[in-house]
């Protein structure tokens, strides 16, 4: 199956397995962002809009990602203050940006 990894502009097709854990997607991902894991993270939309974070060690099948599904990924800020936001463009999108989710990192 595939998934889609998006931030801001950047869409990345990625080929996994339903065995695959999260971290392990993140260590594909390195070699195409130049981002080491520790610096990534990875959310699922849920049905009412909110994002999850996907936990580095849960496998893809059990956080119930599926063929196709588009996966949010934030790097963390430079000065290692927190994880920036949720920022996915789209299409038709207006000048204000509507679509952005925050995301706090947790103590």
């Known amino acids: 199956m595939y998934i889609r ?6 869409t990345v097709f990625l080929q996994v ?3 695959d854990t999260v971290l392990e997607i993140k260590q594909k991902l390195q070699g195409l ?3 080491p894991p520790d610096k990534v993270q990875l ?4 049905a009412n ?7 580095d060690s849960k496998k893809l099948a059990d956080l119930k990602v599926e063929n196709d599904d588009v ?10 203050s927190g994880f920036e936001a949720i920022k996915i463009s789209t299409p038709g999108e207006d000048a204000a940006g509507n679509g952005e989710q ?5 103590a």
């Open 5 to 10: 990894v998006k931030r801001q502009k950047t």
């Open 17 to 19: 397995e339903p065995t």
């Open 33 to 35: 962002i130049e981002q």
């Open 43 to 46: 959310h699922k939309q849920l």
């Open 49 to 55: 809009g909110s994002y999850e974070q996907l936990e």
């Open 71 to 80: 996966v949010a990924m934030c790097y963390m800020q430079e000065d290692g």
């Open 102 to 106: 925050g995301v706090k990192q947790e």
